[in-house]
């Protein structure tokens, strides 16, 4: 099935998202899978449609975490293929018992985490800002784990299925959401 487009996806999101923290949240990711995917040579449009579009149920899902990514993949079951309906529900694993398998799986869940990551790396710059991370301040915090506690590092560390090191996964993460910072806010 032929995937709407990313401005049909950006508009769905600004409908069904209220918080502009968690729509913010949505565009890195979307920034981070769209790289991943230059980088690994994959569909870019739809790895980008699955960090954008992942989080779509959060709102409505908080009662009931166990369904969150599940009701996502049904908002948008007509309007992308049914591999980025996949990497939605699996993302939340631990939760929808919808288990990690292919590459794109893989790549939602660590650069959901990254993208936490670096967004909570930025806020403690002297001007909050992305300009100021570098690689090694992310790698930093990635080890120092009474930062950022609820991250869960091991996420970050699934780039490594999809045989990508963990410092180039932040290099390209990182320069990725730098690319969008007006947009991100930060
Ligand atoms: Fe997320």
Redesign the pocket.
């Known amino acids: 099935m032929e995937s709407i487009t990313r401005k049909e996806a950006i508009d769905k999101v600004k409908q069904n998202v209220s918080d502009d923290k968690l729509r913010k949240?949505?565009y890195a990711?979307s920034d981070i899978m769209k790289e991943l995917a230059k980088e690994l040579d994959k569909d870019v449009k739809n790895w980008s449609l699955s960090g954008l579009l992942?989080?779509i149920d959060y709102e409505e899902t908080q009662d009931d975490f166990k369904l969150h990514g599940k009701i996502s993949a049904e908002m948008v079951s007509e309007e992308v293929s049914g591999e980025i309906l996949d990497a939605i529900r699996s993302?939340n694993y631990e939760n929808t018992g919808f288990k990690p398998e292919k590459e794109m799986d893989y790549g939602l869940i660590a650069s959901?985490a990254l993208s936490g990551l670096i967004v909570a790396t930025a806020l403690v710059m002297p001007n909050s800002s992305l300009e100021e991370v570098r690689v090694e301040s992310v790698m930093k915090k990635i080890d120092d784990s009474s930062f950022a506690k609820s991250i869960d590092r091991d996420r970050i560390k699934m780039c490594e299925e999809l045989g990508l090191e963990l410092e180039k996964f932040v290099e390209l993460g990182l320069e990725a959401m730098k690319k969008d910072s007006e947009r991100l806010g930060l």
């Open positions: 949240h949505m990711v992942h989080d993302h959901d």
